[in-house]
Every structure is written in C-alpha cells, then in structure tokens.
C-alpha cells in the first residue's frame, strides 16, 4: 500500500492483478465474444465468466500439447488407465468450464472445477515420479488467487493426500520421496504467494476504484461549475472574451458575439461589426483594436470608442481589461466591453431637457423681475407693498440662479470649490418666512420663531437658503389647518442646531427610512392626495452635507415631524 502511495500511475499496477481483475480493469473493452461464447439469455459473458474461461483454456491446452508430445515420444504411457483417465478427465472439464452458466451460480461453485483439476492432475502424474506433476501449478494459482485461505489450504492438502497416496501404493524410494517432497514445498511457496500477491493486488484496486470515484466526482464538479459560470457569464448583458498569453480565444459569452457578430468557430476573424474611433469617424486600424490590443496583454480601463455592427445601428462602447492570474493556471487577459448607448442617449436627452426647461422659464423670469423692479422704482408706493414686491423680485433672482446651476450641472460644468463663506441662518430663515408666511396664512397654520439673534455658520447662503426653503414648504404644506410649526435655534461653540417642529400628518416608521429615496413618497402623504415629486428631502439632505453638517428626521403618524439640521459654527471653522 505505501508503493499505491507514492505515486505510482494504474499501468503499474497491472502485473500485479488476476486475470479476472485485469478483464475487469481493462480500458479497451474486448472483442466482442462470438453467438456460441454468449450467455444462454443473449448477453455478452461478463469478465468473471470470461477469467474461469481463460484459466481452464491455459490448462486444457497445456495439457494437449503434452499428450501430443507423450504420443510421440512416450506412447506407451497411455496404456496406463490413470493417465488416459487424468487427460480424459481434464479435457472434460475444459469443456464444462465453458457450458456451464456460471453467473447464475454461487461463486464458491467454481471451486469445483480446480480441486477436480488437481484430482485429474494426480492421476495423470500417478505412478510417473509426478513428471506431470507441475500441471499442479495452474490450479493452485487458481485457487490461491480468486478464493480464500481455507480453498487455499484444503487445495494444498489434497494435492499432499495424493503425494501420499501415490508413494504408498507405488513403493517410492527414499530419492523419490524427497522429490514429492520438494514438489509438495514448491507448490505451497507458489500458492502462498500468488494469495498473498493477489490481497494487496485487491486493494490496490480498491485503492484505485476510490482515487477514481473521486476523480470523477471532482471532474464532475468543476464541469458543473463551468457550466454555470457559463451560463451566468451568457446572462449578462456586457461583452467578455477571455483571451491567452499567446492571444488565443479561451472563451466568449453571447453578448460578445452578438454585439461583434463574429464566428464562435472562428473568433480570430474580424467580425461584421466596425468600430470606429468617434461617431461617423474613421475606422479604427487593426492594431488599435480592443480585442488586438487584449491579445498583445495590454492593459486599458473605461476607454470609449464606437461601433457599427451588423444591423445598420452605432453603439457607444466602453472597454476594459483585467489581468487574470492564477496558481494553477496560466495567465490570461479579460476583454469587458459595455454598451453604453443609452445612457450616452440619456445624458443628451437629459441636457437637451434642461436646456428646454431653463430656456421656458428664464422668458417669464425675467418678465416678473423686470415688472418687480419696474414697481419698485415708483415713489408713491406703499411700505407693504414695497415689502411684497422685494419678496417677489427676490425669488425671482433665486430662481434664475437655479436654473443656471440646472443648466450648468446638465453641460458637466460643475462649480469651482470656492473658499470657504459664512451664513447668518437666523437672517436666511427669516427671510424664508417671510416667503412662506402667505402660505402659511392661508392654510391657517401657525409660525412660531424662536430663534437666536445670530446664527452664524460656516456654508454657502444661496444652497442653505434652497434648503430651509424646501424643509418650511414641506412642514407648512403637510401641517393641516389649525396646525402649527415651532423654530428654534440653538448655538454651541461648535455648533449651530436647528429643529422645525411641526404638528402635520407625520410618516410611519416603515416609510421613515425611505423619504430621501429619490421620488418616494411616504403612505401618510400619498392618502392625503396632496402634490408631490418626492425630491425635496433628498436635497435637503445633500445640501446640508455638503456645507459640512447633518440631517436627523423623527416623525410619527398623526403627531408631527421634527426636522434637526447641525452646521458648524463660525468660531469652530475659524479656531
């Protein structure tokens, strides 16, 4: 078993096996036997049948070459009737050993065919100083080898019996009994070990029929999983191609081919997609490829180019590889192609809406800021209706400035980082309220402002106003009439806290965690049926991180919201 351990391949195991074992083992099945050789229902015999089959055979023809050779050179032997009985008897049970169906017997029935071999034997040798003696060795290897220690044993016995019998009714001399004697020691070195050979023969092949079971259980895994990285990579809407060192096509899932509409057979070959460089540039050369570029190893991220394929349609693309390197396997290149059409064909379509939407309202913008100024100029007016018209020309001019961040934000102009500026939110909500108290008035709702003189803080004024903008809107257009909404500041060394406090509809606590989802809107407002984008906590939210500070929502149904804004203080940015 230690040799089985040290790796020794199955082909050296084979002069070690049984016959039976090696018709058993062989890769190459063998030759079809003829109608005669098959079983009695048809069937081919198996290689047990066939093994009892060949050792009988070898016997049977050893023993015809033998009495031709007695007939030539010694014919006088068969006048004697053990001998002719002993070849007689042989040649019987070759031809038993060949009609008998022994798949249908219990396989310590075939034990009769080599002890009645060793009888047949004994007989044949009886009275010639055992010259035929050595026939012995065909059925004791038989035995030693496909029975077990008692067969082994008895099988020997029998043949010591006749080895007795034979010198007591023949007289033998002394010389004569110690060859019976020598013969006898033979063959019980012989079957000792052709039995011991055919034990350790065994388990090797058990050993081998295990290394196998598991050959083939891991062959069958990985196959599966091959399958299924298959199956998951034909899934997938992005383009792969795993490519060699040597830039040989290892793999390519059908989004690759279909996007290219090359061959699977032949992905060496250019497909029926072009890919050009810009969109209706030129084409790109045949080293500048991705796919080429892949196979000499280098290595691109997110680079962008075009392609024309087979159906007559551009499609924008971005390619990527990826270095594979592992332990057991050679290295290999990944080839990522996304199709990015449409979201090239969203961005434009997003631009071109920002453009139509900032051009339609900058129109009658500038018609209202213009009519608020020209109202503001005249002398005779009112000190509240002078006040009313500052409020109108002033949202007005926040209005023209979000739309041109709109615009600029939709041509990827986004804003330099300027330095750092500060903000008195008690002047930005009070001018807030200012706005919003109409509102607030014609929905009956209260507005009670306990804020601090000063409030200052370390952030841009414009985005901070957009922002408690939204939140006041909110709290006044969910707070039902009667309702009321407190303010109230508070200014620490570090900080400054603001908390709106309404006594509206509320939001579940299902809903809570959602609200800053882009376009969600909470159960307790879509039942009230009152309009919504579901957009303004999300930016509320990211302006006040962006100027440094923090959003905290607590809200319970049919109670109220409190809203928490923290922004740093001035004197903390300063120290």
Do not use: C
């Amino acid at each position: 078993m230690r040799r089985a351990e040290t790796g020794w391949r199955a082909e050296d195991y084979t002069t070690l096996y049984t016959l039976d074992d090696m018709a058993t083992l062989r890769s190459v099945p063998p030759a079809a036997p003829s109608v005669s050789a098959r079983n009695d229902d048809g069937t081919a015999p198996s290689s047990y049948v066939r093994s009892i089959w060949l050792l009988q055979l070898v016997l049977g023809a050893s023993v015809v070459i033998t009495v031709l050779m007695v007939q030539a050179l010694e014919p006088s032997l068969f006048l004697r009737w053990p001998f002719s009985s002993g070849v007689g008897v042989i040649i019987a049970l070759t031809a038993v050993a060949i009609v008998v169906p022994w798949h249908r017997l219990p396989r310590a029935a075939v034990a009769a065919i080599p002890f009645a071999d060793i009888v047949a034997i004994g007989l044949l040798s009886f009275g010639t100083d055992l010259r035929f003696g050595f026939f012995w060795v065909f059925p004791i290897f038989w035995v030693a080898t496909h029975f077990t220690l008692a067969f082994m044993i008895a099988a020997l016995g029998t043949i010591g019996l006749i080895i007795v019998v034979d010198a007591a009714v023949n007289a033998v001399g002394p010389v004569t009994a110690l060859r019976l004697i020598v013969v006898l020691l033979s063959l019980t070195f012989i079957a000792i070990t052709a039995f011991l050979s055919a034990r350790q023969t065994r388990a090797f092949k058990q050993l081998l029929r295990r290394q196998a079971s598991r050959l083939q259980g891991t062959l069958q895994r990985v196959s599966g999983q091959e399958r299924r990285v298959s199956q998951m990579l034909n899934g997938l809407d992005t383009g792969i191609a795993r490519l060699s060192a040597d830039g040989e096509v290892l793999a390519l899932n059908d989004t690759y081919v279909d996007l290219y509409g090359i061959e699977r057979d032949e992905p060496q070959r250019p497909g029926a997609a072009v890919e050009y460089a810009t969109l209706h540039g030129e084409p790109l050369p045949e080293a500048e490829r991705p796919f080429t570029r892949a196979s000499r190893g280098e290595q691109f991220d997110d680079e962008r180019t075009w392609l024309y394929d087979s159906h007559g349609e551009w499609r924008a693309l971005s390619v990527s590889t990826r270095r594979l390197v592992s332990s057991d396997e050679p290295e290999s290149t990944l080839l990522i192609v996304h199709d990015i059409t449409a979201l090239i064909e969203s961005e434009r379509a997003r631009e071109r809406l920002a453009a139509t939407v900032s051009h339609e309202l900058r129109n009658p913008l500038t018609a209202i800021i213009g009519h608020a100024d020209l109202a503001l100029d005249h002398p005779d007016l009112p000190p509240k209706l002078r006040d009313q018209l500052e409020v109108i020309a002033g949202a007005g001019e926040r209005m023209q400035k979000l739309i041109s961040e709109i615009l600029a934000g939709s041509r990827g102009v986004f804003r330099e980082q300027s330095a750092p500026s500060t903000a008195d939110l008690s002047r930005i909500i009070a001018s807030s309220l200012e706005s919003f108290r109409p509102a607030a008035i014609a929905r009956r709702v209260d507005v009670i402002d306990d804020l601090p003189p000063s409030a200052e803080v370390v952030g841009d004024a414009f985005r901070l106003r957009q922002a408690i903008d939204n939140i006041l809107s909110n709290a006044i257009k969910y707070t039902p009439a009667g309702g009321s909404i407190r303010i109230s500041g508070e200014v620490t060394p570090d900080d400054v806290i603001l908390r709106f406090i309404d006594t509206g509809i509320g939001i579940g606590p299902d809903d809570l965690t959602r609200v800053f989802d882009p376009y969600f809107r909470a159960r307790s407002v879509r039942e009230s049926s009152t309009p919504g984008t579901g957009l303004g906590m999300g930016i509320i939210r990211s302006i006040v991180e962006d100027e440094g500070g923090s959003l905290v929502l607590e809200s319970e149904i049919g109670t109220g919201t409190t809203v928490t804004v923290v922004l740093p203080a001035r004197q903390s940015a300063e120290s």
